[in-house]
């Protein structure tokens, strides 16, 4: 099974329905499980770290107007140049992120607070735990939605043990305390399905002493895991 297919996508998989907003897998069966997600806001329709599809439009449709694109890791240029360029957006990434702008073939747009006008209602944190790694967690307040792009999942690589919202193995070392405190309706990640179900227990478990799971995280995970991070670097 390949870690991430670079081949045109079969038909996307929905992973999450909600009134504000849909999330897809381009490639549902690659290990890497990425995920893409679109939410509406006050401002218009925003796809985050999409992936496209044939049946990608059709979910959107039902949304609303595409109001902007947004890649939220270095390594998550993904389709957001196609897609900007179908809906007429720019690709929004934050002032400080490398890698991006020369993988997409669209105008970016760089912001320094938030994607968006206020409207859109996002709230970004930044996340440069290590040299190279560049990532913002995006929270949308009025819907209480947690996006995050690599550092947490649900995919395979993120979790060890009875865990349902887990971190790669070298953020266990180095975990992102700014997430401490929220409590999303829901967390959507970059990799794996998005989580629903007592979303801010899960999040508060994942931060809780990750450094005593590093041990078995390394063990159980760190293989796939170097897999995954030659395959982003793709």
């Given at each position: 099974m390949p870690m991430y297919e670079r081949g045109d996508s079969m038909g996307a998989a929905v992973t999450l329905e909600w009134a504000d907003g849909v999330s897809w897998m381009a490639h549902p069966d690659e290990a890497g499980e990425r995920g893409?997600?679109?939410?509406?806001?006050?401002?218009?329709?925003?796809?985050?770290?999409?992936?496209?599809?044939?049946?990608?439009a059709e979910l959107l449709d039902s949304l609303g107007e595409?109001?902007?694109?947004?890649?939220?890791?270095?390594?998550?240029?993904?389709?957001?140049?196609?897609?900007?360029?179908?809906?007429d957006v720019p690709v929004s990434i934050p002032t400080w992120m490398d890698?991006?702008?020369?993988?997409?073939?669209?105008?970016?747009?760089?912001?320094?607070?938030a994607p968006g006008g206020p409207d859109a209602g996002f709230e970004?944190?930044?996340?440069?735990?290590?040299?190279?790694?560049?990532?913002?967690?995006?929270?949308?307040?009025p819907t209480r939605t947690l996006v995050t792009p690599d550092s947490l999942g649900t995919s395979g690589v993120h979790l060890v043990d009875e865990e349902r919202l887990g971190l790669s193995a070298?953020?266990?070392?180095?975990?992102?305390?700014?997430l401490a405190g929220l409590t999303p309706d829901r967390i959507l990640p970059g990799h794996g399905a998005p989580l629903t179900e007592d979303a801010g227990e899960a999040l508060a478990a994942a931060l809780d002493n990750p450094?005593?799971?590093?041990?078995?995280?390394?063990?159980?995970?760190?293989?796939?895991?170097?897999?995954?991070?030659?395959?982003?670097?793709?």
């Open positions: 893409s997600h679109a939410i509406r806001t006050e401002e218009g329709v925003w796809l985050l770290d999409p992936l496209g599809a044939p049946n990608v595409v109001a902007g694109v947004a890649a939220l890791s270095a390594y998550h240029a993904r389709d957001a140049g196609t897609l900007a360029r179908r809906y890698r991006v702008a020369e993988r997409v073939d669209a105008p970016v747009e760089r912001y320094t607070l970004i944190l930044p996340c440069r735990p290590f040299p190279g790694w560049q990532e913002v967690f995006l929270y949308h307040e070298l953020r266990r070392l180095q975990p992102p305390r700014q450094r005593r799971t590093f041990p078995t995280a390394l063990a159980e995970n760190g293989a796939e895991g170097v897999r995954a991070l030659v395959g982003a670097l793709r």
